[in-house]
């Protein structure tokens, strides 16, 4: 199987103390930090960008998992991959015939190439940017509408998950949206192995308990 990766979501964090919300996260058993990177033109919300990224950087070794909900993902490849993010994930949406181009950047920059789909997208639309010679490495299946933390989890979209882990074997694919402990199981047992959490983990009493039940029902 692959490996779980545990990623809560820093958009439900306290922004105005991040460093300190990513090192309770990574002492409650994160293995990744999960970054939403949001422009206020491909989703109705802004966020943080590359200076924040940097910033964190300087406070924590850990895998951050870079999630790029904007129109011009190529504008942000060289000012994350200089601010030390690992994971950069764009989504196909926002790409037309320069994903190729794009993925490229990403690799030559040292960090890890990603593509993700929003729930309306089909799934047939990520597969030559998986199959292609110089591939993405994950999928992320957005399970809400981007833009937003605390909504509700969209269990149709495991479809697009089973599809995935049925044609490629040891793809990262991660899960997006209204993850927790009563819906960690349909995303596990389609096959999501990379878990993205935010308002589950921040809000719950115990987050340490909260992502070890994640960590267990993907471990199985
Ligand atoms: C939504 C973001 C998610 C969000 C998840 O656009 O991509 O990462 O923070 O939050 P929850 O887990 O609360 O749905
Ligand atoms: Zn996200």
């Given at each position: 199987a692959v490996a779980a990766k545990i990623a809560p979501s820093m958009l439900s964090s306290d922004f105005a103390n991040l460093a300190s919300e990513a090192e309770r996260m990574v002492r409650c058993g994160a293995d990744w930090l999960h970054m939403d990177i949001m422009d206020g033109h491909f989703v109705p919300n802004l966020t943080i960008g590359a200076p924040v990224i940097e910033s964190l950087r300087k406070h924590t070794r850990t895998y951050l998992d870079c999630h790029l909900m904007v129109t011009n993902p190529l504008d942000y490849v060289e000012p994350l991959a200089k601010a030390g993010a690992s994971g950069f994930t764009f989504h196909v949406e926002a790409t037309k015939d320069h994903w190729k181009e794009l993925v490229r950047t990403i690799k030559t920059k040292g960090m890890r190439p990603g593509v993700a789909l929003k729930p309306a997208t089909s799934v047939e639309e990520v597969f030559p940017l998986v199959e292609?010679?110089?591939?993405?490495?994950l999928v992320l299946v957005m399970t809400v509408e981007p833009g937003f933390g605390g909504q509700k989890f969209m269990p149709e979209m495991m479809d697009k998950v089973r599809t995935l882990r049925k044609k490629y074997p040891s793809l990262d694919i991660e899960v997006d949206g209204g993850l927790g402990p009563s819906t960690i199981g349909m995303a596990a047992s389609a096959g999501a192995n990379c878990i993205v959490a935010g308002s589950s983990v921040f809000g719950a009493a115990e987050p340490a308990e909260a992502i070890s039940i994640l960590r267990k029902s993907v471990e199985g």
């Open positions: 292609y010679e110089n591939p993405v490495e």
